[in-house]
């Protein structure tokens, strides 16, 4: 049983199954939540606990009753039969990661993100052993204008959580979407296209979002030795558990 | 500011939901748009400014770079490159010592390329600084050249130049039957909206927009929603390529239409409405905007329709700016909100949270003309032809390999092969039907009916002769996914570059046997997973040609092995460019590699 889920209301909660587990949900719980809740895994990227779901990376795509489905903006159903680890989801998510890992420019042995960064720890568990595709590598200036922060636009995969973070929470609109397609691409909220000339600080949840290694503190590089990362100690599928659980304690 | 900032802010009263017709505004006026400009418009809808320079980036009409005091961008789709375009384009850049996408050193022409203008019955064709110019010949190109060269004001350019034909082919029900400004209104006013909705229930009228779902379900869930207000949109957004019918319903039958559209607003209960034009159509600007001045005059808009106390309907035309996702309805509701035409997650559905979160129908331009016809002459009249599930009349517009390309009306039921010998069709290889999205038939299925319960489509047919390469068909349309995806979901974004990347070294020679797989495996994952109905269906162009003109493939392959997809002297090029070598040492020969 789930401990984010009262064993008083246990009883009367519907419930969907998951590769043949029971999952309780309540109704305001997508299929994705409601898994992560009762401590099962669904690889997902651009979903974060503590923002509305976003539907575009498509990393935690599932089947519904045998339709290919976002699980982080599909609702609940009662009765749901809900397929998420066999070979065919799991290959149609590791084509997505090797998608993401083929329009950026993702140098995992030297980036000061390695070990902590969800993409590359989505990409182990689904055990991509290499991105496939014909690599894109677009041209990505990064920008180091602001004193205490560098963006490296190389690794960003477009899941909009630090645009989402800067509206919603810090108020400030410090990032946007431009550009369209395979030209999409982020960028800051100042006529002169630079960093520095925006409100962002280091204290702002948007610093803290990015699933890659995009937003980085200066200074901060290397800290932590590579091999006692988040995901060098253990699984993704442990960490995304406990942190939701984390995150959605106070309000459920 | 500049002073062009402010009078557009003025004219648009400030109203950050018409971001996307404020930038149309600046950029007819000025032709790009500064960084300045961005900001300034910001500070005047009072939005962040990334929201805008993100909404600038997003439509492919608007340019935040200098383009030339003269814009040219030539239609690019299947049946302009048919009708000779590419050499066309060429004689015109030659002319001017231009490539494609540059600007020239002074100032005064750009030339480009844009995906299908709608104009396949009458193409190749381009557009000047917004204006269409249909049937370019090398006579026409010469005269366009020597016109630009002068600098000559549009104003002053020969008025055939810029004459859009509708050439309707075959008439029936809607575009034969006589009709008259306000009839529909009134009787949908007798009927009153329950008989109104009763009636069209009967019909049987599914939409023709393309998706075929029952109007009568769609405005019964509507006027049911709770809401503030309710909305009507008109979709005449007609990007999907060969499908040039709502242009010519919207030029030649515009009455219709409007009537339509106000039917809708008295049985749902909107008092607006808005017509949502394809920017690529504003030779039908004025007219149009002539028409609803008259109605509100005539009192078939504003308030107090006919004198009925509370029917109060206007309706507003937004332009959009070169985005086909944008017909996508949810996409669309985006773009009239001033946004970015990335589509919603749904559920909820438009009918319940549409523009500005309030119950909205969608409806296509010949969806909401057959409603006009049904409330005027009933469903009775209007079920005389079609099929039992697919009721009514198809207007299906044809181009390509046809003697008499243009618009050719039929009951649902039609099979394609009496479409093809009307328009005069010889040597037929393949028909593509409801273009890229939809179905690619070969020589031996051409007995099949166009309607919901068989080839369904939203009425293109664009013919192919033995003639033609089927290779050639299949990358431009992955060129064109590849153009127009939106980029909000990943296998969408990435996988219509993909796919366009391989069709091209396919029809370059360079292409490999995995290079085929991973043709089919990338379409698949896009009808997979992608988020809305230009990503699912991205893939079929290149899943249906595989499965029927396979030996297409196999002969193209250059090699069954590997070829490397990496080209190492290309790779160089920057380096020569820097250092001004052009010498054989400068280069990798075959052996060297
Ligand atoms: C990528 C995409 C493009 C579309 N383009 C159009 C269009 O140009 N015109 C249109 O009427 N419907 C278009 N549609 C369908 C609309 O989403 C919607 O279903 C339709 O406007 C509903 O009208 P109807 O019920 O009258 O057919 C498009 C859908 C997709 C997914
Ligand atoms: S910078 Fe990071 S958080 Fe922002 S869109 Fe890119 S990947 Fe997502
Ligand atoms: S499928 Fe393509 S067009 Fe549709 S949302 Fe995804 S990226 Fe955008
Ligand atoms: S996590 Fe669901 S789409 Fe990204």
Known sequence: MSDATKPGDAPSLPTFTLDGHDVPFTPDQTILQAAMAAGHYIPHLCFHPEFKPHGSCKVCTVKVDGRTMASCTTQARAGAEIESSSDEVRDLRRNLVQFLFTEGNHFCPSCEQSGDCKLQAVAYELGMTSSHFTQMFPDRPVDASHPDVLLDFNRCILCELCVRASAEVDGKDVFALSGRGIKKHLIVNAESGRLADTRLAVEDKAMSVCPVGVILRKRRGFRVPIGQRTYDARPISEVAVDQYRRATRGDE | MSGDVSAVLAKHQHDPTRLVQILRDLMAAQRHLTPQDLTAIAKGLALPRGRVEGVAGFYSFFATEPRGAYRVLFSDSITDRMAGSVELRQRLLDAFHLRLGEVSRDGLLSVDVTSCTGLCDQGPAMLVNGVAIPRLTHARIGAISALIRASSPMEWWPENLFSIHSHIERRDQVLSTPFER??????????????????????????????????????????????????????????????????????????????????????????????????????????????????????????????????????????????????????????????????????????????????????????LAKCALIASHGAEFFKLRGTAKSTGTKLLSVSGDVARPGIYEYGFGVPVSQVLADAGAERTQAVQVGGPSGTLLSRSELGRRIAFEDVPSAGALIVFDESRSILDVVESFAAFFAHESCGFCTPCRVGTTLAAQMMGRLCHGRGTRRDVKDLARVARQMRATSHCGLGSSAGNPVLHALEKFRPSFDKALASHEVVPSFDLDEALAPAREVTGREDEGAHLTEEAT
């Not at chain 2, 909705?197 to 109007?215: K, Y």
């Not at chain 2, 929603?225 to 005449?236: D, I, P, Q, S």
């Not at chain 2, 909107?270 to 007219?287: C, D, H, I, S």
């Not at chain 2, 005539?298 to 070169?322: C, K, N, Q, T, Y």
């Open chain 2, 182 to 367: 306000g009839e529909a209104v009134r009787a949908a006013i007798r009927r009153g909206p329950d008989g109104t909705l009763e009636e069209l229930q009967r019909s049987g009228l599914r939409g023709r927009g393309g998706a075929g779902f029952s109007t009568a379900t769609k405005w019964t869930a509507c006027r049911g929603a709770e809401g503030r207000a309710r909305f009507l949109v008109c979709n005449a957004d007609e990007g999907e390529p060969g499908t040039f019918k709502d242009r010519v319903l919207l030029a030649d039958h515009l009455e219709l239409v409007l009537d339509g559209m106000t039917v809708a607003g008295h049985t749902v209960g909107a008092k607006k409405g808005f017509l949502y034009l394809r920017g690529e159509y504003p030779f039908l600007v004025q007219p149009i905007l002539a028409a609803l001045e008259e109605r509100r005059h005539e009192r078939w808009l504003g308030s107090e329709i006919a004198g009925v106390p509370g029917f109060d309907f206007d309706i507003e035309l937004h332009v959009g700016a070169g985005a086909y996702v944008c017909g996508e309805e949810s996409a669309l509701i985006e773009s009239l909100e001033g946004k970015r035409g990335i589509p919603r997650n749904r559920p909820p559905y438009p009918v319940t949270h549409g523009y500005l979160g309030q119950p909205t129908v969608v409806n296509n331009v010949e969806t």
